[in-house]
């Protein structure tokens, strides 16, 4: 299977990477996912079920398929077939990841309210 590495090590560089907070704030927080929680909601709020909770069936169904063909087909043997279940669950995480940093997980990188509004440790922001 080619090209399985690049979603996780993609994902595992993002992460990694020390962010300036102002930069996550200023790009991120205040433009990107500004407009981006404004179209997923709009869309979401669509239909009357959450679509977190379809999107999980659905890639529960795919592995199971995924799975079975696997265990069928046996491409190299068990140990062939195994490393690539492996490849797959690796490159399947690092996608679930990007997903995760690209909306929302950027946030967690901003600066801290106390440091953007200048507050002293003693007296709290208002």
Known sequence: MRGWWWPPLAAVVLWTMPWPGGLVDVAYSRVVYRYLQAILTTLSNLTPW?????LVG???ALAVRRTVRLVRHRPGGWAGAGLEAAARTVRAAGIVALAFLLTWGFNYRRTPME???????TQPPT
């Open 115 to 121: 440091a953007a509004l200048s507050a002293t440790p």
């Open 50 to 54: 959450t679509w977190f909770d379809v």
């Open 58 to 60: 659905i890639a529960a």
